[in-house]
């Protein structure tokens, strides 16, 4: 099976199952476990923060972040097309009280300032209205097609935000996928931003885990959240092992941003399809399947039979994720088989 349902979907390297298979462990609720201290030390190097903690996954430092920045009875401003607010369950609203106010997303991932804007009352001091108390960003932004955010507008919305006194949340889950699209160090994607989170388990091919990075006091707070959510760990020195190694090499994902480009022409190049490649800017392809024999359901059933793994990712649009157990022979391979399922029809007989 040619896997582009997702780059969670990327497998541990030998190097890392050997790294967690001879870790140095000790108890991580007592902060005694040093394969963690040092993964956790790296990460606040990377983005540039001060401390960092490292999480079960994306959604535990998501909503970890969120509980620490917006006490009960406050409100999240957040994208209407964001993981945050999509797939995330709302947890911010379930264990913490606080109310998610979605804005419209532009279609580069972009929340206008005008939208924000309208997010914050007239009067503060009118005990109707619940007040905003944290913006969150996503870069790259997925259901947007992985697009990159570029540096200018999350300097905006931190001068905005600065401007109101309420933090900037970076969901930065694929965040050194923008910082090798845009040619900086995460830490400049992540500068304008008073907490961050990515994940060490999508193109970076950890098996599990996810950073959220702050200052000292917040990340000291968001650890308390992180075990009262259950997200205490205890000899998490051999899921660290991997994740330093996954960021030993973040250069590798230029890599599947080129393969998803090669993706991109090919699935460009096929009548029944629709995609644009100059809208691709990392590992993540959109595109909507055009010939009236399909729906997205037949078709992803019918290329997954001829063994092709693709998901929909909202409005009937399909995404193909590259990632590093994908090379560019089985991204020529996929380009084949959605032609040969568009040339058999969703009521052919599969054969791989």
Same mark, same amino acid.
């Given at each position: 099976?040619i ?10 390297? /030998? ?12 108890d /991580? ?15 606040a ?21 969120l ?58 001091d ?48 694929r ?5 090798v ?10 500068? /304008?931003? &008073? ?17 959220l990075?702050?200052?000292? &006091? ?37 890599? &599947? ?78 380009v ?17």
């Amino acid at each position: 099976m040619i896997e582009l349902r997702s780059d969670t979907f990327t497998t541990p390297t /030998d190097a890392m199952r050997r790294a967690m298979a001879e870790a140095e462990v000790g108890d /991580d609720v007592y902060g005694e476990d040093p394969t963690v201290r040092a993964l956790e030390e790296r990460a606040a190097e990377l983005t540039g923060k001060e401390a960092a903690c490292l999480m079960p996954s994306g959604t535990m430092a998501n909503l970890c972040a969120l509980l620490t920045h917006a006490p009960r009875g406050s409100k999240i401003l957040v994208g209407d097309e964001t993981d945050i607010y999509i797939y995330e369950a709302g947890g911010a609203s379930v264990c913490g009280g606080a109310v998610y106010e979605p804005l419209p997303n532009q279609p580069d991932g972009r929340l206008l300032p005008s939208d924000l804007e309208r997010g914050f009352p007239d009067d503060p001091d009118d005990p109707q209205f619940a007040l905003p108390a944290v913006i969150c960003l996503e870069n790259t932004h997925n259901r947007c097609g992985g697009v990159v955010l570029p540096p200018e507008y999350t300097r905006e919305v931190k001068d905005f935000a600065d401007a109101r006194g309420v933090p900037v949340h970076l969901d930065g889950a694929r965040l050194f996928n923008a910082a090798v699209a845009l040619g900086v160090p995460a830490a400049e994607v992540a500068r /304008d931003a &008073d907490s961050v989170q990515f994940c060490l388990s999508k193109g970076l091919g950890a098996p599990i885990g996810s950073m959220l990075a702050g200052g000292t &006091d917040f990340v000291r707070q968001a650890r308390r959240f992180r075990k009262m959510l259950g997200g205490g760990m205890r000899q998490a020195g051999v899921i660290a092992a991997a994740g330093l190694l996954a960021l030993s090499d973040t250069e590798r994902l230029a890599e &599947d941003h080129d393969n998803a480009r090669h993706l991109a022409l090919g699935l460009a190049d096929t009548d029944g399809i629709s995609t644009d490649p100059k809208d691709v800017q990392t590992n993540i392809v959109m595109f909507r399947v055009t010939d009236p024999r399909f729906t997205w359901q037949t078709f992803v059933h019918a290329a997954a039979a001829q063994g092709l793994a693709l998901a929909e990712l909202g409005h009937g649009r399909l995404r193909a994720v590259t990632h590093r157990d994908v090379g560019r022979a089985d991204i020529d391979a996929a380009v084949r088989i959605v032609r040969r399922v568009l040339a058999q029809g969703p009521e052919a007989r599969h054969e791989r």
